[in-house]
């Protein structure tokens, strides 16, 4: 089955910083990836998503990349706030948006003010 | 609002217990799932419905079972509860045709400790 890995485990970064997260999957089926973000205590919510068909897309300060050459995407949060503090998660499906996901083990990013 | 609500939000339940989580969803989605989040691991899925004559196992099914009663309602049972079964505990629904690309919704979640 798919197996995504999810690095770094743990990110700190200064407010107004940039932060980066990378996610890489195995199964060259999969082809819709999004990311989650869950805030202490909540539940997951979808913050983007980006389909296989598409390099890259952005909203207001996050973007996340695909390449599909190297089974791997990312995650990229431009000028860091604290409320962005929160532990994110990628997945992957091979079925699309409606179908099952694998998580990665996520990432606790910490905006430091 | 349509949500997904997930009960009991919390318990704590004895090695060898049975016990049953319940999610119910007003969303009118097909799709429901389980997932269990631990420190490190991520989200795991352990069971999932694409309708009510449909179940079929995930990653780490061994010790769960599940009954999809209705379209709105997913259960997840342990039949007999360890120690290494306490986790945080998600059910998710997701539309079949999913028109808005909205994904999944989670449930708000039952943290699970077994003693």
């Known amino acids: 089955g798919e197996n995504v890995e999810q690095h770094p485990s743990t990110l700190s970064v200064q407010e107004g910083d940039s932060a980066v997260i990378k996610c890489t999957y195995s199964?060259?089926?999969?082809?819709?990836f999004p990311w989650y973000k869950q805030e202490l205590g909540k539940r997951p919510q979808l913050i983007i998503d980006?389909?296989?068909?598409?390099g890259e897309k952005k909203d207001q300060r996050i973007a996340v990349t695909l390449n599909k050459t190297a089974k791997h995407f990312s995650l990229h949060i431009t000028e860091t706030q604290p409320e962005d503090s929160a532990v994110y998660f990628c997945?992957?499906?091979?079925?699309?948006?409606?179908?099952?996901?694998?998580f990665g083990k996520g990432t606790l990013l910490t905006v430091n003010p | 609002d349509a949500d997904v609500t997930q009960t009991p939000r919390n318990r704590i339940t004895k090695t060898g217990k049975r016990i049953m989580l319940e999610c119910s969803q007003t969303?009118?989605?097909?799709?429901m799932y389980w997932y269990r989040q631990d420190p490190g691991l991520g989200l795991r899925l352990i069971y999932y419905?694409?309708?009510?004559?449909?179940?079929n196992k995930g990653e780490i099914s061994d010790g769960y079972s599940v009954s999809r009663q209705a379209q709105a309602k997913f259960s997840l049972s342990l039949e007999s509860a360890i120690p290494n079964q306490t986790a945080l505990y998600f059910c998710?629904?997701?539309?079949?045709?999913?028109?808005?690309?909205?994904?999944?919704?989670f449930g708000s979640g039952t943290r699970l400790t077994v003693v």
């Open positions: 997945a992957a499906s091979k079925g699309g948006s409606n179908y099952k996901l694998t």
């Open positions: 980006i389909r296989s068909n598409v």
């Open positions: 199964d060259s089926a999969s082809n819709y």
């Open positions: 998710a629904t997701s539309d079949l045709h999913d028109p808005g690309g909205s994904g999944y919704t």
């Open positions: 419905s694409f309708d009510v004559k449909d179940i």
């Open positions: 969303k009118g989605h097909d799709r």
